[in-house]
């Protein structure tokens, strides 16, 4: 063999090789400096909250600071817009929920990015779900109680949500939809003020994050009976699903970590099992617990599939209520 042939061997062996090594190479280096994750709401929030416990745990794993940053607006829209059109670098990434990441493409039309194309699906973080409450004055324990009275009179109550095409709008409209009856939509701008609405009976019920409505009801203000996830939640395992209860509704208020489409894949996978690690101590599970919020850590094709069955879900529901953007 020709010397210029034996280089040409060599090459044809050593090109693949290196180009194998270098995802790798990439992964075992990251972080070598601070991540940026992105929370599309405000401070207080519940993915502002789950970001910061996640991001507290990877900055104590890694060695690297894990800096949260609050970009609210549209409904979520910016900040998620704000992740999607990052360096898909691995230094940022996002928390992000159903709303930005699947709902509000069915309320508003066209969004700035789109959600099966410009994002790295990394896991899916914590879920909480709506709590059914009501007014005591309402004088109902049950929601077949709850159903026999909103047939009766249909159209004489109100529900408060957390806003329009907000999951706890959504909720609320699919319940009305299943049970045959009609109830009158009164937005707020958040679960505590929608809370208060329904203990002053401004509102006579709502579907609110559990939090908000599990800590009003062990005070006796109002009502929680029953909560929206497929199974009971082990943290208020008293409560019934709206399942067990005749009523064929889930809405379960999920977040997730996302990356920038295009973020290499190495860093990806080890993004995503360092977070599925943390979420499965005591250290994280303990703070979530205290959000009413239990971990769910997912794979990245299990997380998308996620929001695919989010779009099935409350698409037909959009379009019977006729909810629109403000």
């Not at 408060?160 to 049970?179: K, P």
Request: net charge neutral; aromatic share 4%.
């Amino acid at each position: 063999m020709t010397t210029v042939r034996r280089l040409a061997a060599l090459l044809a062996c050593a090109v693949p090789a290196l180009l194998g090594a270098a995802p790798a190479a990439v992964a075992q280096e990251w972080p070598s400096r601070p991540v940026r994750v992105i929370v599309p709401f405000g401070a207080g929030s519940t993915p502002d909250l789950i970001a910061r416990v996640v991001a507290e745990a990877l900055q104590q794993r890694f060695g690297q600071p894990f800096v949260v940053e609050n970009k609210a607006g549209a409904g979520g829209n910016l900040g998620t817009e704000a992740i999607a059109k990052a360096e898909p670098d691995g230094y940022t990434v996002g928390v992000s929920i159903a709303g930005p990441l699947a709902v509000n493409g069915l309320i508003q039309g066209r969004l700035p990015y789109d959600w099966s194309r410009d994002f790295a699906y990394v896991t899916t973080l914590a879920t909480q779900p709506c709590a059914l409450a009501v007014s005591n004055s309402l004088g109902v324990a049950t929601v077949a109680e709850l159903m026999d009275k909103l047939r009766r009179d249909p159209g004489k109550y109100n529900y408060a949500s957390i806003g329009n095409g907000s999951l706890s709008h959504l909720a609320m409209e699919a319940i009305a939809r299943t049970s045959g009856t009609s109830i009158v939509h009164i937005a707020y701008a958040s679960s505590p003020q929608a809370a208060t609405a329904i203990i002053r009976g401004d509102a006579q019920m709502g579907c609110l994050p559990a939090v908000a409505a599990t800590s009003q009801a062990e005070a006796g203000n109002l009502k929680v009976i029953a909560v929206s996830t497929p199974e009971r939640s082990p943290l208020i395992p008293g409560v019934p699903t709206l399942k067990e209860s005749g009523i064929d509704v889930e809405a379960e208020a999920w977040n997730g970590l996302v990356a920038p489409a295009r973020t290499p894949p190495a860093v990806v996978e080890r993004l995503g099992d360092a977070v599925r690690e943390v979420l499965s101590t005591a250290a994280v599970r303990d703070k979530l617990a205290t959000q009413v919020m239990v971990p769910i850590p997912s794979t990245p094709e299990a997380f998308r599939g996620r929001v695919e069955a989010e779009l099935r879900r409350w698409g037909p529901v959009i379009e019977a209520a006729g909810i629109k953007a403000n």
